[in-house]
């Protein structure tokens, strides 16, 4: 294992090693399967399906809530339906966007990612810090922002570790729904007042990205709190809304840490003198990658294909609704070049395997992946 260092590494200054032909093996087969099939990578009918039903879901749930429910049981479920609607809404409808992957069409593109500053994110710091900074440099200790959780968590076997992380396997589950919380209204204030979200410095937000911003946070607190105060108590405003994050902060981490804080997956740290990874980028998307319950519709139509995150790093621009066919071909290239492919065959398999992860991360001698 490498030496544990606090020291942030410049992503600037870190590089990759040479391709070594399995990315434009890959790249031409992938092409060739959208030529012979016919398809569109992004614009597809069934996306645009998808999203209505996704947004239904989540429009009928809030209004419920709002203005149906009149015991806690039917608070509760509708409360609990809702953080699941947010989920699906970040992970299939936002994240698409997000990615460029929903359609050919820059203006549609930001409007679907639009989507999460209504939810009390912010799209513009999520682009900077997820596309940019975690599908450059996935699970690279330092740099990788998804797997620095602070103090309270050990993810990576280069992290420093305290006596109480031995315990982290049980009570991390309960901290990832105050994520929501935390990009709500802390991240996007802080990038926007002092530039900076995380140890990652933010550039100044101007123009019509500012614009967004604002209108999003503003809508976002609207519905969140201004609507629901004029019709109800302000403790169970507070309350239900705590419910719903809180959940929709459970699931979405879940799922994002099914993909890297797992066993099979590889952590690195890039060399103190060279700053260089060892493998190429291609690569390392893929051994510091697990898939999960690839052979489960309704994991894949709930997570927006995050479930085969191997093919969504490698290629993010292509709709998600691909990424089962495309599986194949990446597993089968990957053997060929013989590149390490991981795939939890179920999700309660993956959720064991984080468990594992976080205790072994907790234990006194955790070995690097």
């Known amino acids: 294992m490498s030496d544990i260092s606090s020291a942030q590494p410049d992503p600037k200054l870190v590089k990759f090693a040479r391709c070594d032909g399995f990315m434009p093996a890959l790249r031409e087969r992938v092409d060739a399967y959208f030529v012979q099939t016919n398809l569109a990578k992004r614009d597809n009918p069934q996306m645009y399906v998808k999203t209505a039903v996704i947004l239904t879901w989540l429009v009928a749930s809030y209004a419920g809530l709002v203005f149906w429910a009149t015991t806690w049981p039917q608070a509760l479920a509708l409360a609990v339906s809702l953080s699941f609607a947010m989920s699906a809404v970040g992970f299939n409808i936002m994240h698409d966007g997000g990615h460029g992957a929903y359609s050919r069409f820059p203006l549609i593109n930001r409007m679907m990612a639009f989507t999460l500053d209504l939810l009390g994110g912010s799209s513009h710091f999520w682009k900077k810090k997820h596309n940019v900074i975690h599908h450059s440099y996935t699970n690279v200790t330092g740099i990788d922002d998804d797997i620095e959780v602070g103090p309270l968590g050990r993810l990576s076997p280069h992290q420093r570790r305290f006596g109480f992380h031995r315990f982290q396997h049980f009570y991390l589950w309960f901290l990832y729904g105050f994520i929501t919380f935390k990009w709500q209204f802390y991240d996007d204030t802080a990038g926007l007042i002092i530039g900076r979200v995380g140890d990652m410095k933010m550039p100044p937000v101007k123009n019509w990205d500012l ?47 099914l993909a890297h804080c797992v066993e099979p997956a590889e952590f690195y740290k890039p060399d103190a003198d060279s700053m260089r990874i060892e493998n190429s980028w291609a690569v390392h998307q893929v051994i510091t990658t697990v898939d999960f319950a690839q052979e489960s519709r309704l994991v894949s139509w709930f997570t927006g294909g995050l479930n085969f995150q191997i093919e969504h790093h490698l290629f993010p621009q292509i709709c998600h609704l691909h990424y089962p066919a495309l599986a194949k071909i990446v597993e089968q290239t990957a053997a060929e070049f013989g590149v390490p492919y991981h795939s939890h065959p179920t999700m309660r398999s993956a959720v064991k395997s984080h468990f594992l992860w976080l205790r072994r991360m907790g234990r006194p001698v955790a070995v690097s992946a």
Do not use: I
């Open 211 to 257: 614009v967004f911003m604002l209108v999003g946070k503003f809508t976002f607190l609207t519905l969140t709190f201004g609507l629901p105060l004029y019709l109800h108590d302000w403790h169970q405003v507070v309350l239900w809304f705590f419910v719903a994050s809180f959940g929709q902060g459970v699931v979405m981490s879940v799922v994002f840490q």
